[in-house]
């Protein structure tokens, strides 16, 4: 008679162990093998939550042990709603949040239906376009910083070539209208391949018999493409915005590379200000009002968002 | 010569030390920034490491990251560094913080006299509070923000031909800020042996302190103070005086009429490889790199030479250096007091500006020949004669990156005027020592 697998496990149960166990009902059973996870959770996750916002009504510095603590109510959390700098901060956010996430869903979703088509070759293409999302970060931004060098750079001698214009008369980086739009054009290299393999995976998610009916019912190829495939893509594409709304929003590593948030503030998103806040000039008690803000403001616009897109779903 | 006296004496002073040393051997973290003056001093170090016994580890951090790592290191009270050669802005924080042992006692001890050290580096590097005798750190590296530039250019005959055509003066190391713009304008966008050149590379760096230390080289020959009344923080007024703005707007021109393209986030490195690639024909950086750049074979030599960042208004330049200090939370204090006391000798000190550290101690500067014992060596007597340091307050991070945001967004991202930026940065300011108590 062959064994299954929990015959196994049960055989292999020392017999105290066993004796043990027999005495618990399927419920202590179950909290004792999620409990290690939910301690975890609590500790790494919960406790600190609950510890930041408790800071976030003090005037606490970390790199001040020895200074009084004082609880001082809502003010850091009025400074900064009421403080213009960091309203730009927001204001450059949400250009770059907004825009990666637009040019990165219609790139990335034209680039899907081209991939999806069969074509010679197109393995190879479907690798080649995911190569830069395999790079780090860090990586990519020194690499794009001199692809946007004025003199040496390769950006600027292609924009030159098409447009006439000196390679050294215009800087992406270091013009205040330009450098927005060089971080975006960056992020977008970088991850609309991701959006496009989701797209991807959308399109190939459509069973072939929709088209076919949808042939026979004699609807073009625009007809069968709105009401066949942007419905059927669309929960794919929206998981796909959620998931570039929050990397973006918290977007660090790469504009740091890139520009260092300036010129002036024009790149400094909000997740460079709160580090500059926190851990450069360590207002610990402030940073932490502007994390829980910024907490509040992706966990309200993520439910939001799921919500929609569970009804999306749903149809 | 006074120099190979001191030099020669060291060996004398090998046995003396050695006996008073047989404690037992221990390993020692020192923490710098990653920068030539680091592998001289490492160079030094090997004659401590045979006298004591002792092995010295170190560990070096680029410029970029200096302050962050560090900081964090001392704030978290970590262990890794027994010595710290650290910026002198943070004095106060580490005296009142608590990361820097306070050296009086030691000094008393050891007959380690401030007297022997240039004043202007014991009260930038070692006093808290300022100028008070409460010693935190011993002077370890002199320095001040200063200017070379390529001397070759300067002599030829077509070029100074041309600018005594186009202002009608001698092309020569300028005298004044004024004087230094009208050379980098002329400079830039010249052709010179078929390559198109530039005036200067200024630093301009947002992140951490470049674009700060650059222009003050502007705002104190023009007279900059940062309060009325010293210790008082009134600085309306003072920092917003019309001798800042004027100096504030020197600075944003000559960003904009004599760097080369794209110099929008630039520091240290940036201005070396600049001058290096022979882009530029003027550069400022601190003394520190003055002794590597002589010596590069391609840009060095004959072809460069040094000068002292020109007065305006007043002499003036940026305070560089650090001091060396033992962090409190080391459990090699002693071995690492030890290491301070070898330091603080005559004949170390000799061997350290030999090797290419900047010396504070008295024996080396005064010495007659150290003028000429270096190309720049008079004119960093000079500078370190006129420095002015930024705030060494315990809360100097959040006023220098409050400094570095507003005249970034003026200078670099041109936006409001230089009144308003400096208006704004007292109000940051002011809103600093609120938080800390002393307004």
């Known amino acids: 008679m062959t064994q299954t697998t929990m015959d196994r496990a049960?055989?292999?149960?020392?017999?105290?162990?066993?004796?043990?166990?027999?005495?618990?009902?399927?419920?202590?059973?179950?909290?004792?093998?999620?409990?290690?996870?939910?301690?975890?959770?609590?500790?790494?996750n919960i406790f600190p939550l609950i510890w930041t916002i408790r800071l976030s009504f003090t005037n606490y510095k970390a790199n001040r042990a020895g200074r009084e603590i004082k609880e001082i109510g809502l003010r850091n959390y009025e400074r900064i709603l009421t403080d213009s700098d960091i309203w730009l901060n927001m204001q450059a956010t949400a250009h770059f949040l907004v825009w990666t996430i637009v040019l990165q869903v219609?790139?990335?979703?034209?680039?899907?239906?081209?991939?999806?088509?069969?074509?010679?070759?197109?393995d190879l293409w479907t690798t080649i376009i995911v190569l830069p999302m395999m790079l780090s970060p860090a990586v990519v931004g020194n690499f794009w910083k001199f692809l946007y060098q004025p003199q040496i750079g390769l950006?600027?001698?292609?924009v030159a070539f098409f447009t006439g214009r000196e390679p050294s008369s215009f800087e992406m980086l270091g013009s205040v209208e330009l450098a927005p739009w060089a971080i975006v054009i960056v992020d977008t290299w970088m991850w609309t391949p991701f959006v496009m393999l989701i797209c991807l995976a959308g399109l190939r998610s459509i069973p072939d018999y929709i088209y076919e009916a949808a042939e026979i019912d004699r609807a073009s190829p625009i007809r069968q493409f709105f009401t066949i495939t942007i419905p059927m893509v669309l929960p794919f594409l929206m998981l796909a915005v959620l998931f570039r709304g929050i990397e973006n929003f918290k977007m660090f590593d790469l504009v740091v590379q890139l520009t260092g948030g300036g010129p002036g503030s024009t790149t400094e998103l909000t997740s460079i200000n709160l580090k500059r806040e926190a851990f450069e000039k360590w207002r610990t008690g402030y940073a932490s009002a502007y994390a829980i803000i910024l907490f509040v403001t992706v966990f309200g616009l993520a439910s939001i968002y799921v919500k929609a897109l569970n009804r999306v779903k749903e149809r | 010569?006074?120099?190979?006296?001191?030099?020669?004496?060291?060996?004398?002073?090998?046995?003396?030390?050695?006996?008073?040393?047989?404690?037992?051997?221990e390993e020692l973290t020192l923490c710098w920034a990653a920068w030539d003056p680091a592998n001289a001093l490492v160079e030094l170090s090997k004659e401590f490491e045979a006298q004591s016994g002792h092995k010295m580890n170190f560990e070096f951090v680029p410029w970029p990251n200096f302050a962050d790592r560090m900081l964090n290191e001392l704030n978290s009270g970590g262990k890794l560094c027994d010595l710290l050669i650290g910026d002198s802005q943070w004095i106060g924080g580490g005296a009142e913080n608590g990361h820097y042992v306070k050296l009086n006692d030691f000094f008393d001890k050891e007959g380690i006299s401030m007297d022997d050290f240039a004043p202007a580096t014991v009260y930038a590097y070692s006093t808290w509070p300022k100028g008070t005798p409460n010693y935190y750190a011993l002077p370890a590296m002199g320095d001040a923000n200063g200017w070379f530039y390529r001397k070759d250019w300067f002599a030829r005959e077509d070029i100074r031909a041309a600018y005594k055509e186009a202002t009608g003066k001698e092309l020569g190391e300028p005298k004044s800020q004024k004087e230094l713009m009208e050379i980098a304008k002329f400079f830039q966008g010249r052709e010179i042996d078929g390559k198109t050149v530039y005036?200067?590379?200024?630093?301009?760096?947002?992140?951490?302190?470049?674009?700060?230390?650059?222009?003050?080289?502007?705002?104190?020959?023009?007279?900059?103070?940062?309060?009325?009344?010293?210790?008082?923080?009134?600085?309306?007024?003072?920092?917003?005086?019309?001798?800042?703005?004027?100096?504030?707007?020197?600075?944003?021109?000559?960003?904009?009429?004599?760097?080369p393209p794209g110099y929008t986030n630039s520091y240290m490195g940036e201005s070396l490889d600049a001058f290096k690639s022979g882009?530029?024909?003027?550069?400022?950086?601190?003394?520190?790199?003055?002794?590597?750049?002589?010596?590069?074979?391609?840009?060095?030599?004959?072809?460069?030479?040094?000068?002292?960042?020109?007065?305006?208004?007043?002499?003036?330049?940026?305070?560089?250096?650090?001091?060396?200090?033992v962090v409190s939370y080391s459990d090699?204090?002693?071995?690492?007091?030890?290491?301070?006391?070898?330091?603080?000798q005559p004949?170390?000190?000799?061997?350290?500006?030999?090797?290419?550290?900047?010396?504070?101690?008295?024996?080396?500067?005064?010495?007659?020949?150290?003028?000429?014992?270096?190309?720049?060596?008079?004119?960093?007597?000079?500078?370190?004669?006129?420095?002015?340091?930024?705030?060494?307050?315990?809360?100097?991070?959040?006023?220098?990156?409050?400094?570095?945001?507003?005249?970034?967004?003026?200078?670099?991202?041109?936006?409001?005027?230089?009144?308003?930026?400096?208006?704004?940065l007292i109000e940051d300011w002011t809103e600093v020592f609120e938080d800390e108590g002393k307004l």
Request: with cysteine; proline share 4%; hydrophobic share 45%.
């Open chain 1, 10 to 44: 049960a055989k292999a149960t020392p017999v105290r162990v066993a004796r043990r166990i027999r005495g618990l009902s399927d419920r202590a059973i179950a909290w004792i093998f999620v409990a290690p996870t939910i301690f975890l959770l609590l500790a790494i």
């Open chain 1, 106 to 122: 219609l790139i990335g979703f034209t680039l899907a239906w081209l991939i999806n088509r069969k074509f010679k070759g197109n």
């Open chain 1, 155 to 158: 950006f600027n001698y292609i």
């Open chain 2, 1 to 25: 010569m006074k120099l190979k006296s001191l030099l020669a004496a060291s060996a004398l002073s090998v046995a003396a030390f050695a006996s008073t040393n047989a404690a037992q051997a």
């Open chain 2, 199 to 259: 005036g200067a590379s200024i630093f301009t760096e947002r992140g951490s302190e470049g674009i700060t230390m650059g222009v003050t080289s502007a705002l104190y020959p023009w007279g900059f103070k940062y309060e009325n009344t010293p210790g008082k923080y009134d600085m309306e007024g003072a920092v917003n005086s019309p001798e800042a703005v004027e100096a504030l707007e020197f600075y944003k021109e000559l960003y904009q009429c004599c760097t």
């Open chain 2, 279 to 325: 882009q530029v024909a003027m550069a400022m950086n601190w003394f520190a790199f003055f002794p590597g750049l002589y010596a590069d074979p391609n840009t060095g030599g004959d072809k460069i030479d040094f000068f002292v960042n020109p007065p305006q208004n007043q002499a003036g330049s940026t305070l560089g250096g650090q001091g060396i200090s």
């Open chain 2, 332 to 344: 090699k204090q002693d071995a690492a007091l030890e290491y301070i006391k070898w330091f603080a």
């Open chain 2, 347 to 424: 004949s170390v000190q000799a061997k350290w500006w030999e090797l290419g550290g900047y010396s504070a101690h008295n024996s080396v500067l005064n010495d007659p020949g150290f003028k000429d014992s270096q190309p720049f060596a008079g004119d960093f007597l000079e500078a370190m004669a006129g420095v002015q340091d930024f705030w060494q307050e315990p809360a100097y991070a959040e006023l220098l990156l409050a400094m570095q945001k507003r005249v970034h967004d003026y200078v670099v991202a041109d936006q409001g005027t230089a009144k308003e930026a400096l208006d704004k």
